[in-house]
T-cell receptor, first 113, second 110 residues
Framework: DVKVTQSSRYLVKRTGEKVFLECVQD?????MFWYRQDPGLGLRLIYF???????EKGDIPEGYSVSREKKERFSLILESASTNQTSMYLC????????????FGDGTRLSIL | EDQVTQSPEALRLQEGESSSLNCSYT??????LFWYRQDPGKGPEFLFT???AGEEKEKERLKATLTKKESFLHITAPKPEDSATYLC???????????FGTGTSLTVIP
């Protein structure tokens, strides 16, 4: 069974802090994604990666960076957290190649105070 | 513009009252259409993949169908435990990207 694990379900941080969100998948998937989900706005793609040490900007990369040092792990970094980054963050993975679904973790509810 | 639109935004059904959710898309070069279920405070759970017009998939009380411009998720005799947000996603476009709809929030009343 597919498994995407996000390190924290809930996280509270302060404005200006550097925040790390971790995601691990055990399916040997090449592709990994970070989204944020806000009411009325749906899922918005922040960054994605097609391979180790590779990263591509999504639709809303400002204020974020990512790291992929190993195939199974994809980290999202908030360089200097701001209140408008309070959101639900979702990690997903998928196989490379023609087509196929993304599989999601359970999300991290991040609050920036 | 490549986009995915889901309707209605919210749907309330009595237990046993069958209905359908709609997902229409303008994404070119369809590679796949995916349905997900999302419970409050959790990540989307994958339900179905549809690849070509005319294709159908079933799972318990859910049946997904696909035409060239839209997909339907039919819910037959729903139960309260079917209450969730149902998301549709389309893979395609010039960059083989994923495009997500904003979901339909389904509430089934006992």
């Amino acid at each position: 069974d597919v498994k995407v694990t996000q390190s924290s379900r809930y996280l509270v941080k302060r404005t200006g802090e550097k925040v790390f969100l971790e995601c691990v998948q055990d399916m040997d998937h090449e592709n990994m994604f970070w989204y944020r989900q806000d009411p009325g706005l749906g899922l918005r793609l922040i960054y994605f990666s097609y391979d180790v040490k590779m990263k591509e900007k999504g639709d809303i990369p400002e204020g974020y960076s990512v790291s992929r040092e190993k195939k199974e792990r994809f980290s999202l970094i908030l360089e200097s957290a701001s209140t408008n980054q309070t959101s639900m963050y979702l990690c997903a993975s998928s196989l490379s190649g023609a087509s196929g679904p993304q599989h999601f973790g359970d999300g991290t509810r991040l609050s920036i105070l | 513009e490549d986009q995915v639109t889901q309707s209605p935004e919210a749907l309330r059904l009595q237990e046993g009252e069958s209905s359908s959710l709609n997902c229409s898309y303008t994404v070119s070069g369809l590679r796949g259409l995916f349905w997900y279920r999302q419970d409050p405070g959790k990540g989307p759970e994958f339900l179905f993949t549809l690849y070509s017009a005319g294709e159908e998939k079933e799972k318990e009380r859910l049946k997904a169908t696909l035409t060239k411009k839209e997909s339907f998720l039919h819910i037959t005799a729903p139960k309260p435990e079917d209450s969730a947000t149902y998301l549709c996603a389309v893979q395609g476009g010039t960059g083989n990207q994923f495009y997500f709809g904003t979901g339909t929030s389904l509430t089934v009343i006992p």
